[in-house]
Structure formats: C-alpha cells, structure tokens
C-alpha cells in the first residue's frame, strides 16, 4: 500500500513516573514507550510490569542513548563500540528494535534540554550504523532536533530521524494540533515522517484528543515498528546533521 501522507509516531518518556501508563486511556491508539535498559539488571521486576501489561498497541523501545543514560558525543570515539555493542546485548534480551539518543553535551548548563543543541554528528551516528545493529532505527532529541541520516546496512537501512515535535503538557490540545497541521504544510513530500515525543502530564487520551483534532485522511498514526520500514524505504528527509 502506499504510505500516508504524514506517518506520525509517539514515544512517551516517564510513563511509569509520571503516571501516564496507568491511565485508562491506555491501550486505545498505537503507543511508544521507552525502555530503560539498565532495569534489565537493576529492576527487573518494572520491566517484567511493562511487558505483562502490555496492550497490542504498546509497543517499547530502547533508551537512553545506549546501556544508560549517556550523551553519545561525550563519550569517548573508541569506548562507544563497546558501550552499544553492550546496548545490543540488553536490546535483544528485550526484544527491541529502536534506540532513542539524546544528547545535550552542547546545550550549555544554563540552556533547557528542550531548547538546547542536541543534534548528532556524522560519526555518532556511523557508530550506531556499525555497533548496534539491533536498532533498525534512533530517534533523535527531546523537542525538535536537527539529526537526519539514512544509513545503509547489509539488510536494511537504520533511519535517524529526530523528533520534530515536542507535545508540551501545558499546550492546549487545539494548538498542538494546529502545530502538527502547520508541520505538515511545511513538509508536503509524502511520506512526511513526524517522530513525536511526548512527556511529563501528557496522557494517552490527551494524544488521542489531539488526533481527533486532525484533517481526516492525511494524518496517519503508526505503531513505531510499522513506521520505521516507512521511514528505510522512504527517506523524504534531508540528511542533516550540525
């Protein structure tokens, strides 16, 4: 089938944290969590929580950068081989298949994560290409980031696409709609493809309003495991980096 005219995906951080995996609303739409990899050996028992509870349309994926959480343009170029080949470890265990990276070692300690510069370089994300072959794709940032690459590989590709939308708790669900239309009208090449992140007292049913809110019939949402073959065969991006 042909792709949509905007493949959106969303991954939401602090779930368990700030409640949003308990809510009812839970389960309705196709979902991102993020999976923080050290609980493989430091709380297992959350994980094993996460995956029993686990709906058909809550999908996980890895993070925070690697093994932990650790800013990839920091870390030594001859330690992160070894530090994802570890990730890689713990991602098939969990049977994951996207890592989301972050990184404000350049944000500056006075600038906001949201705000800051958290773009990739070329050889962090050669390093992901070549050492973590577990993640068929990074998603990239916090708010909206600057990193796209295409990245071929023996199989497949490994897409890195950085979130161009952060969905803001204290937003009204009528702006945050309004956002993503005005996204879509900046990005007309189809499949425009709109990586999501969502965070702190946003709910699964606030996103689900926010959804309602959208023109019918160009605004697709995509569990992340079906939207990144998406993103490999259509790279609409342009390859982007600092």
Request: with cysteine.
């Amino acid at each position: 089938a042909a792709p949509p005219r905007v493949a959106m995906t969303f991954v939401q951080t602090d779930g368990i944290g700030l409640g949003a995996w308990d809510k009812s609303s839970r389960g309705t739409i196709p979902y991102a969590w993020e999976v923080t990899l050290p609980d493989l050996e430091i709380q297992p028992a959350i994980l094993q929580m996460f995956y029993e509870q686990a709906t058909v349309n809550d999908t996980f994926i890895a993070c925070l950068s690697g093994p932990g959480y650790l800013y990839p343009k920091a870390t030594p170029a001859e330690k992160l081989p070894s530090v994802l080949q570890l990730a890689g470890q713990h991602m098939r265990t969990l049977d994951l298949h996207a890592m989301v990276a972050f990184d404000a070692s350049a944000a500056g300690t006075q600038s906001h994560t949201v705000t800051g510069d958290c773009t990739l370089t070329p050889a962090v994300v050669e390093a992901y290409a070549t050492h973590l072959p577990e993640a068929r794709a990074l998603l990239n940032g916090y708010g909206p980031t600057f990193t796209f690459a295409s990245s071929p590989r023996a199989a497949e590709n490994m897409s890195t696409v950085s979130f161009d939308y952060y969905l803001d708790p204290s937003a009204t669900v009528d702006a945050i709609a309004a956002d993503l239309v005005t996204l879509a009208a900046l990005n007309p090449t189809p499949p425009y493809l709109l990586a999501v992140h969502v965070r702190e007292w946003s709910t699964v049913g606030r996103v689900a309003q926010v959804l309602g809110k959208l023109p019918a019939g160009q605004f697709e949402l995509m569990p992340v495991h079906e939207w990144i073959p998406i993103a490999d065969q259509n790279p609409t991006f342009r390859p982007r980096f600092r």
